[in-house]
């Protein structure tokens, strides 16, 4: 056969540098020349139909343009943007129109192919050079565990965001005290020194811009000792990537995210950073078969190997290919005049608000679209549109939406929103914990309301997965094709919520964005280890935030407490993640605990003492008794508890009326800078919180 490979003109064939697309271009090449075929690298505008039996495109806006002159295409997808963007972004359409349009389409993730929906598309794999990536046996083999992530950071020119998961690989070697060097172009540099949630690790290196030969000696050297490559990435294009098949052929076992059924030599993680360290732990034990597997997965990812399977698509589609040649002949002969007009078609989904698309139908007829509220009849968003347009109503909060769709004369589509046995995605829009317990019964509640297919995004999968079998997880960062999508979150926007996060519940928050009843809910949180570690009595508290306005700033409040649990037979525990070492008489047990270690504790103890942070609102999961001191927040913002300690005496509740900057750490709107700085919690006592003590143990 003759083919030729489209270039998208990007960066040159090889690479010179960092390269993905015009790395699976190359090696295209390559493997179909050693296997007999004439292959060329052509610009878009060299291309000539008749010259060649496949012409290969691998970006979408050239497959489009290559469509408008007549010449079949097969396509290949590469761009990740189009999930990241949703079903509803430009990238999304237009990929899917690429592929639509072509003779076949390829793919290099399964769950690409449903999340597509659309005619011809096949998963291929990528693949790896395993004449150039390979193994070799060290004769200074070592027993030493070292951790390795390779990749390019960030996300849609968003450089501080951690696609690929760096911080929390980083977290796991933390924890598991391990070294971990994280390699990359130089962009990884930025993504360090942007990011606020990187916490310098000493036995962490870092490698930039590194060539092709110096990765592989990177490998080469680590795969010596007993070495993990990590990969706990948002969101890939490939399932595998090149850089997964690429570490697997020199050894390395893969500890990655994956969308399917993890593939010999791979254990499937999530983001999280206890799921990362039980992985690295059972691969640690398991290393002498995992890496074999790895080898053996390389090897039958080969390019050769993959490379053979595309050319078997490329001979089933040469008949095709001629066909359309004729075809798109024929049609350029054929007058407008001679189509059959069609009733137009109306395509929908809820994804961040309500989509409608028109198609079909006569070319300039204008039609009429109104999005209501079901309920109330008030009219949200209307508007004429033709065929090929689209519109959206951009309220994304629910809605029971009712979509109608006229002539003038003629109702021609009325839908009324209903969920049953819909794929439905819940997104908790916070990373942090006390945002996600506060939230997540509302997810469960909305899936019983309308007994649909619910999917939830978090941060915390870990809290609630086993208790909750009718719901399936996805990290934070999701991914997959939807029916209705909807976001909670802290907003200041009507379009997403009904209220005001400084106004109203964190609770109330929630439940009014998925429109269900205001009322207090608490979620049903794993317990792993139920076993009791503590025998005599004692109190689990927390002094840490995430920002000072949430301390406990009187200077002597804590260990005060601290001394009056202790006269009162109380032991006092200090189980937060960061550690800290200022406290006398105490059990300490800060520092490097899982959040399920912390779970254990908190489940035996007596009643827990803490602020506005994360730890109060699991300890109020949990049912124990939770002191929470805040001032900086009104009594409303959190959950109800019966001990709540505030000085409303003095200047409070800064929290309810001005916006919160989260880039200042001593925030403080109304006094930063004065001797009253703070002194919404610097005025709290602690005759305050053991007047509260004494309310619990019934003194």
Request: aromatic letters at 12%.
């Amino acid at each position: 056969m003759k083919i030729c490979q489209v270039t998208p003109g990007l960066i040159p064939i090889p690479p010179n540098g960092w390269g993905a697309v015009e790395k699976i271009i190359w090696e295209y090449k390559i493997n179909l020349e050693s296997q007999g075929h004439i292959c060329d690298i052509k610009y878009l505008d060299e291309v000539k139909k008749e010259d060649y039996d496949i012409v290969h495109i691998h970006v979408a806006n050239l497959a489009l343009l290559a469509h408008e002159r007549g010449i079949p295409y097969v396509f290949t997808m590469h761009d990740h943007h189009s999930e990241v963007y949703g079903p509803m972004s430009d990238l999304y359409i237009q990929n899917r129109s690429a592929m639509e349009k072509s003779v076949v389409s390829f793919v290099p993730a399964r769950h690409l192919i449903k999340y597509f929906d659309t005619g011809q598309v096949y998963y291929l794999s990528h693949g790896v050079n395993v004449e150039y990536f390979k193994y070799i046996q060290s004769s200074l083999s070592s027993t030493d565990v070292k951790l390795l992530c390779v990749g390019n950071n960030g996300l849609a020119g968003d450089v501080s965001f951690d696609r690929k998961g760096f911080i929390c690989a980083i977290e796991a070697a933390r924890v598991l005290n391990l070294p971990i060097t994280i390699a990359g172009p130089s962009n990884n540099k930025k993504f360090f020194e942007t990011n606020k949630d990187y916490v310098p690790y000493d036995k962490a290196t870092f490698v930039y811009d590194l060539s092709e030969d110096d990765l592989l000696k990177l490998y080469t050297d680590q795969s010596s000792c007993k070495s993990l490559f990590l990969h706990p990435s948002s969101i890939e294009a490939g399932h595998p990537n090149l850089t997964l098949l690429e570490a697997m052929a020199c050894g390395f076992p893969v500890l990655c995210t994956y969308d399917s059924d993890p593939l010999p030599g791979m254990v499937k993680i999530d983001r999280s950073v206890d799921t990362i360290v039980s992985a690295i732990k059972e691969s640690i034990n398991n290393f002498d078969s995992l890496r074999q597997m790895a080898l053996d997965t390389a090897e039958k990812n080969s390019w050769s190997n993959v490379v053979k399977a595309m050319t078997t698509g490329y001979y089933s589609q040469v008949d095709d290919f001629r066909m359309k040649n004729e075809l798109m002949n024929i049609y350029d002969l054929t007058t407008s005049n001679n189509k059959n007009i069609q009733r137009p078609l109306f395509n929908i989904n809820f994804v961040e608000g309500a989509y409608l698309s028109i198609s079909g139908g006569e070319k300039d007829a204008s039609y009429r679209f109104n999005f209501l509220n079901a309920e109330t009849g008030e009219d949200h968003f209307s508007g004429n549109f033709k065929t090929g347009h689209w519109s959206k109503c951009s309220i994304q909060r629910y809605l029971p939406y009712n979509i109608k769709v006229s002539n003038g004369s003629e109702l021609l589509f009325d839908y009324t929103l209903d969920l049953k046995n819909k794929e439905v995605l819940i997104v908790l829009d916070s990373t942090s914990l006390g945002d996600a317990i506060a939230w997540f019964p509302y997810v469960e509640e909305f899936r019983k309301k309308h007994n649909c297919n619910v999917t939830c995004s978090t941060n915390w999968n870990e809290l609630f997965q086993e208790n909750y079998p009718e719901v399936k997880f996805q990290p934070l960062s999701w991914s997959g094709n939807f029916f209705a999508v909807y976001k909670l979150g802290c907003y200041n926007d009507k379009t997403m919520s009904l209220y005001n996060y400084q106004n109203a519940s964190l609770q109330r928050l929630g439940s009014s964005i998925l429109g269900l009843p205001n009322q207090e809910i608490k979620p049903k949180i794993v317990v792993r280890d139920s076993t009791r570690k503590i025998p005599n009595k004692y109190v689990c508290f927390a002094t840490e935030s995430t920002a000072q306005a949430k301390y406990w700033n009187n200077p002597t409040g804590w260990q005060e407490t601290i001394d009056y649990l202790n006269t009162i037979g109380l032991e006092p525990v200090l189980i937060q993640l960061g550690e800290n070492n200022s406290f006398k008489n105490i059990r300490n047990l800060s520092g490097k605990k899982t959040i399920h270690d912390t779970i254990s504790y908190l489940t035996h103890c007596e009643f827990f003492i803490g602020i506005g942070s994360g730890l109060s609102w699991l300890a109020w999961s949990l049912n124990k008794p939770t002191v929470l001191i805040s001032g900086f927040s009104a009594p409303q913002s959190e959950f109800y508890t019966p001990y709540r300690v505030i000085n409303s005496n003095v200047c409070n509740s800064c929290w309810n009326e001005h916006p919160f900057d989260k880039g200042d750490w001593n925030w403080c709107p109304r006094l930063k800078g004065t001797d009253r700085q703070f002194e919404c919690s610097k005025s709290i006592s602690s005759k305050m919180v053991t007047d509260k003590i004494d309310q619990i143990v019934g003194k």
